[in-house]
């Protein structure tokens, strides 16, 4: 017994640390219908503001507190919901979830642009003292630290829940989220009340980032997120609805951590491997057995029907001269840019778009999870580390060629695909994203830091033998371009022959209406399970090309956090196409590279000009670069027309429609953008 | 995930060989006028580039030399390698101050940055070389260094070695050696353990090899030297919660902990430890940053770190080199004088500067390498063991340890004879056991000898 209180106490104040979290995110859903993955790095930017304000502005801890939090917090909330969250649909969870995403990617990479480069350490304790033990509890030293998280926890919940329960706003703010028509129609002010939630949410996220800033000597914003994702668990426990329950769950999980960190010896797998993945086993769980978290996302809204659809893709209001045009330039470009890699482009350079290729290759893996398969998947890096990693030790300790081991990596990602695809069949919508990135987070925790399988922190080195006959390190040979080029190619073909075919078809079919697909006979389960078997593949090859290029396999390569870094860039240049894919890919790159002539301060801007993009979703689901190319493509056509107006062409005002399907460039068939009901089921 | 950077300090190696057939520097004028130049070896037991590569001097003009660095400046692993780049800066602001090396003035062009990203390492490398034509790579810190493309194009890289992926090739060079051999580090721990009376350790490691490959050799060279593993836990979570380690430390009784941590949870484990009210010894293989104890200097008091290079609070009478570096930090990069990786990066650059001078007017990439490699009796100027680079690409052959301990607002020296704060150890490599060690003559060269 007094082993379990030396441990489970401590537990305690560190659950509250995950309990304060998972009520951010409960109150955010509950209030505002959107489960906010931007809470960790909002609450790390108001601990950062407010560290930089007491330590490099010498200001006061109480006017730091009151301009990080109580004035700066609650007012980037409300910049979310005026920017952003409040231009979607309630009813279209994927642009909710990916206006998140691309928040949490942005803001802390923005902050060190804005406030230079630096290390904030000893972040200042705001209430009570951390540096003193107050009392003594069963054995453990309560510090201010942990009296404050407790406290704090206590009189949050305590607040919040005399709020929702007791006040007219919160009855007002829990019926904004099931449809703010409805209480318009009713003489409320929706957007008002939504309003009023941002900015409590953000409140809450600002005061919890300022008081567990202190838990950690230096102050860093993957520490945060650590917390999110465990808090998510237990959110996701309370199935995003209870605050008590959330609070729970949260202390709970604090508890269990601690005291199997307690019981289980030091030196056995279980304690290395498992352990650090028990939150995200939790998060699986809940969202295998909380009936509450199937539905996720699923429309409540009577009046969704009124949204307004959304326009056709470029490819398809081009007029048939147009096409020709347009197929003329594309392989045009393509012609250039072979003949020119093969002979002038500076071997950096070249490097460059090999890098752009192999990347291009992984990006189609979401195109087919998420633009065909209308499936929101935050685990296509780790598709795509496994795939590598498996291709270099099958290289590496049985000499397989790499052409061989990437096609063994690609089925070792498939079929990981496949048992994530029967994990979550019953799973939509942020349902499904939450479960895919439970598994980006159980790989990056427990299996990929096995030194065996990856090589750990310094990764694998590519062995010259196994690329034979081929020299991959030369680059002036071209031989990777080559082989990226043919693979990619490839790819592109499977990826069209896939839409074209019968599978395309039922998958469209599957996301205008599940319902109605099942009607006609197509079996569901067998449709997901392809799209993620076929998506988890092209993520592995494109994976071993990406290992291939860099000659080191390295698992923070494939991390989550670059996992939702590839789903921003896909959104950003259009998920529904072949050339969105391509486009993300070489621009990723580029844009990287083209950053190394700026300062080093300025370097990580890749991530927030694709995450700016990604922010557009919600106006422009089609991708912010495919809008672009449509609002060109009909200046074009109006030119070439001899000036016929923008209105009277195919798809010049949103929502006209245009060809059902039109021919794209590279030979790629261009379909209509996924409605908002389609991905992720969003609309019922 | 989240890697870190850690033990490169505490298990590189130096070496002295007398043995090899060292001639001393002809020239006058060394780069630094604050230790003895060092000693040089004969042409043919020298590695050199492969035949035909490295032959060119990019980045070369009459007036100046383009030099890149490439560390994680942002993102992550920051904390971890952003401060390598000061030290470098200071070199050469220093070297340039005094006129350049061969008429020819060091210049920083690139401060590439792989933002924590490894896919982004590896573009960069391409880039420092194909794009800014940087003639060598100086200040190479990072969790995801690959030699592939440096040693294929044999480029002249100077850097910070934590992953072991340093040894071997002839063109790239780790203060200390780029032989990581982890066993010695028993062998400065079970000296210290004597030194102060304990028989009993703890050791704390995280799961990824830079970390728990350097406390495992401990376990393993204490345990067979007969003193007490009491608890050892080589799977902590980075930025996790270490207060059931504390607990047991606690109640394992362990006299010392040793961290294989970084910084960050060193401090959270202190302050475990501390409010715990636990009596036990501390040795960090991290941390020894001056910024670091200004913060947390209550927690850290008693805590001792074994580390490679002079301790900046040794009496610079008997280390010129101190002196010198000491000056130029705080006029070049004053905000870094105390940062344990700053003097790394001043290192990096000394013995870059060093193989361009020794160069001469044949300034190629290749006869940069070799003119390094020639170097038998390496201090960076009277900052480090001496290393022989006839051998330290491949083998580590000589180990000593300077010992520091936090006194109040200070790092200061301890353990070592007289002024000598190296403590150096005969280790036999068949039989790696650390029993009773017994310091041995520290090697010709060693600063402060």
Redesign the interface.
């Known amino acids: 017994m007094e082993r379990f209180l030396d441990f489970g106490i401590p537990g305690i104040p560190y659950g509250c640390a995950y309990a304060l979290f998972a009520v951010g995110l409960v109150l955010t859903y509950q209030t505002t219908g959107v489960f906010n993955f931007a809470f960790g790095a909002q609450a790390f930017a108001s601990a950062f503001v407010f560290i930089v304000l007491v330590q490099n502005a010498g200001l006061p801890i109480w006017l730091s507190f009151v301009i990080a939090v109580v004035i700066g917090a609650p007012l980037l909330g409300l910049i979310f919901d005026r920017f952003l969250f409040r231009r979607i649909p309630n009813t279209n969870t994927t642009a909710k979830v990916v206006t998140g995403i691309a928040l949490l990617v942005a803001i802390p990479t923005l902050l060190p642009v804005i406030f230079g480069n630096q290390t904030l350490y000893n972040p200042p304790t705001l209430f009570f003292n951390q540096s003193i033990v107050y009392f003594t509890l069963a054995g453990y030293p309560v510090n201010g630290h942990d009296l404050s998280v407790v406290v704090v926890t206590a009189v949050v919940l305590s607040a919040l829940l005399v709020v929702m329960r007791f006040t007219s706003l919160g009855v007002r703010m829990r019926a904004a989220v099931e449809s703010r028509r409805l209480v318009e129609l009713d003489g409320g002010n929706a957007g008002r009340v939504v309003s009023i939630a941002w900015a409590m949410s953000s409140l809450l996220a600002g005061l919890a980032g300022v008081l567990l800033a202190p838990a950690y000597p230096e102050l860093q914003a993957q520490n945060f997120i650590t917390l999110m994702v465990a808090a998510i668990a237990a959110a996701a426990c309370a199935s995003l609805r209870s605050l008590p329950r959330a609070v729970v769950f949260g202390i709970l999980l604090g508890v269990v951590s601690l005291l199997l960190q307690g019981y289980i010896p030091t030196q056995t797998i279980f304690y290395s491997s498992a352990l650090p993945s028990i939150p995200f086993i939790v998060l699986v769980l809940a969202l295998l057995f909380v009936p509450g978290l199937r539905d996720l996302g699923v429309n409540k809204d009577p009046m969704s029907s009124v949204d307004t659809p959304m326009p056709p893709l470029a490819a398809a209001i081009r007029s048939p001269q147009m096409n020709r045009i347009m197929r003329t330039l594309w392989l045009t470009i393509l012609a250039f840019f072979v003949i020119s890699m093969l002979t002038w482009i500076p071997a950096n350079w070249e490097n460059v778009f090999n890098s752009g290729l192999a990347f291009s290759t992984l990006f189609l893996s979401i195109t087919m999870i998420t633009g065909m398969g209308g499936q929101l998947s935050l685990a296509q890096g780790t598709l795509a580390g496994v795939g590598a990693f498996v291709a270099v030790q099958l290289g590496n300790h049985l000499g397989v060629n790499m052409v061989v081991g990437m096609l063994i990596g690609a089925g070792a990602a498939a079929t990981i695909a496949i048992v994530l695809a029967l994990l979550s069949l019953r799973l939509k919508g942020l349902g499904l994203a939450l479960m895919t990135l439970a598994a980006a987070l159980f790989f990056d925790s427990s299996v990929f830091p096995v030194h065996g399988f990856t090589g750990g922190q310094s990764g694998v080195n590519l062995q010259q033998s196994w690329s034979a006959p081929f020299n991959f390190y030369e680059t002036s040979g071209h031989q990777f371009f080559i082989l990226a080029m043919v693979v990619l190619t490839l790819v592109v073909f499977m990826v069209v022959l896939v839409r074209r075919g019968t599978v395309g078809r039922y998958l469209g079919a599957i996301r205008g209406s599940e319902t109605a697909s099942a009607g006609l006979g197509i079996n569901l389960t067998w449709q997901r399970l392809l799209v993620f078997a076929l998506s988890g593949g092209v993520a592995g090859v494109g994976g071993t090309l990406l290992v291939i290029n860099t000659q080191n396999a390295n698992p923070n390569q494939f991390n989550y956090q670059l996992s939702l870094v590839f789903v921003v860039i896909v959104i950003t240049t259009g998920v529904t196409t072949v050339e969105g894919a391509i486009q993300g890919g070489i621009g990723f790159v580029v844009i990287q590279q083209l950053l190394t002539y700026v300062p080093s301060r300025f370097q990580g801007l890749t991530v927030v000009l694709f995450a700016a993009g990604a922010l557009t979703y919600a106006r422009h689901p089609e991708g912010i670069v495919e809008f672009a190319k449509r609002k060109s493509t009909l200046l074009l056509q109006h030119h070439l027309s001899g000036g016929a107006r923008l209105e009277d062409q195919p798809g010049g005002t949103p929502g006209s429609g245009g060809s059902a399907q039109a021919e794209g460039p590279s030979g790629s068939v261009a379909r209509p953008p996924l409605s908002q009901s389609t991905l992720g089921a969003e609309r019922g | ?5 850690l033990v490169a300090t505490a298990c590189s190696s130096g070496s002295s060989s007398p043995a090899t057939t060292a001639a001393p520097v002809t020239t006058t004028s060394p780069i630094s006028a604050s230790s003895a130049p060092p000693s040089t070896a004969a042409n043919a037991s020298v590695p050199t580039c492969p035949s035909g590569v490295g032959q060119g001097s990019p980045g070369v003009t009459a007036n100046s030399i383009n030099v890149a660095s490439l560390s994680t ?4 692993l ?2 971890d390698f ?1 401060a390598m780049l000061p030290g470098v800066e200071a070199y050469f602001k220093y070297i340039d101050s005094m006129g350049g090396v061969n008429g020819r003035m060091l210049n920083l062009s ?4 792989d ?6 390492y ?3 490398v ?2 420092a ?3 800014d034509h940087a003639f060598g790579l100086v200040g190479v810190a990072t ?7 440096l040693a ?1 194009t044999c480029t002249p890289t100077y850097g910070y070695n ?4 340093w040894s071997g090739p002839p063109n790239l060079y780790s203060t200390g050696g780029t032989a990581l051999y982890y066993p010695e580090i028993a062998y400065y721990i079970a000296y210290l353990m004597k030194r102060i009376n304990v028989r009993s350790f703890a050791t704390l490691a995280y ?4 970390s728990s490959d350097a406390c495992a050799a401990a376990n393993s060279g204490l345990k067979k030297a007969g003193l007490t593993q009491a ?5 902590v ?1 980075l ?3 270490v ?2 380690d504390v ?2 430390i606690k109640s394992s009784g362990a006299q010392l902990v040793i961290s294989c941590m970084d ?3 060193n ?2 484990l202190a ?1 475990g430890i501390q ?3 636990v009596k036990t010894k501390q040795y960090w293989l991290n941390g020894s940053d001056q ?2 104890l200004d ?2 200097g ?1 927690l850290m008091q008693g805590v001792y770190f074994g580390i490679q290079h002079v301790p900046l609070t040794a009496p610079v009478k008997y280390y010129p080199g101190l002196q010198t570096y000491l000056t130029a930090m705080k006029k070049y990069a004053p905000a870094s004088v105390g940062d344990e990786l700053a003097i790394q990066g001043w290192a990096s650059a000394a013995l870059f500067v060093q193989g361009v001078k020794n160069a001469g007017s044949n300034l190629t990439q290749a006869n940069v390498v070799k003119q390094d490699n020639m170097l038998t009796t390496w201090t960076a100027n009277g900052l480090y063991l001496p290393i022989d680079w006839t051998t330290s690409h491949t083998t580590a052959t000589t180990f000593c340890s300077a010992y520091i301990q936090v006194q109040g607002n200070k790092y200061n020296p301890v353990l070592g004879q007289g002024h000598q704060v190296f403590v150096c150890f005969n280790i036999n490599k068949a039989n790696p056991v650390p029993t009773n060690p017994v310091p041995e003559i520290s090697p010709p060269g060693t600063p402060g000898a």
């Not at chain 2, 995930?1 to 950077?5: I, L, N, P």
């Open positions: 995930m989240v890697s870190v950077a400046q942002t993102g992550a920051a904390g952003g690139s401060k590439l940055d933002e924590s990203n490894p896919s982004q590896s573009q960069l391409h880039t070389i194909d794009q969790a995801f260094f690959s030699p592939n493309y294929q934590v992953t072991g992926n799961g990824v090899a830079a608890y050892t836990d080589l799977s979570p930025g996790g919660n207060t059931p607990q047991q910084v960050t949870d401090v959270s302050r409010q715990y009210g910024s670091t913060h947390y209550s």
